[in-house]
């Protein structure tokens, strides 16, 4: 019987390891954890680019890998650009921003 349970327990423990191994990220691959967390952040992203005065630009692209939002597409200026990157690193969870962005 104490047989019966040492292995039940060693096959419970090694599901539960194998199964945290893969919800686990890679340096390429986001984890279930890590892709809710940088969409929220691009959410909160767009809506703080979105509700700029100087900015209100839908042609601004978001994407969140990690913590680093990528900002590409097209504003009407250099200060857009540089408001629009302000703006970014404002925001909660951000850690890096990527400028990809172009002036019109």
């Known amino acids: 019987m ?4 040492t292995y ?14 893969g919800c686990s990220s890679t ?4 984890g279930t954890g890590e892709y809710i967390d940088d969409s929220v952040v691009t959410s909160k992203v767009k809506v703080a680019i979105l509700g700029d005065p100087m ?3 839908a042609e601004i692209n978001v994407e969140t890998f ?3 939002v990528q ?3 097209f ?6 650009v540089k408001r629009a990157v302000e703006v970014t690193r ?5 850690t890096s921003v990527k400028n990809d962005m172009l002036v019109k």
């Open 2 to 5: 104490n047989r019966i349970g």
């Open 55 to 57: 900015l209100k630009s």
């Open 90 to 94: 404002a925001v909660a969870g951000v």
């Open 75 to 80: 504003v009407s200026s250099g200060a857009a």
């Open 27 to 30: 340096p390429r691959q986001e």
């Open 71 to 73: 900002l590409s597409g």
């Open 8 to 21: 039940l327990t060693i096959i419970f423990l090694a599901t539960a390891a194998l199964s945290s191994v």
């Open 66 to 68: 990690k913590g680093v």
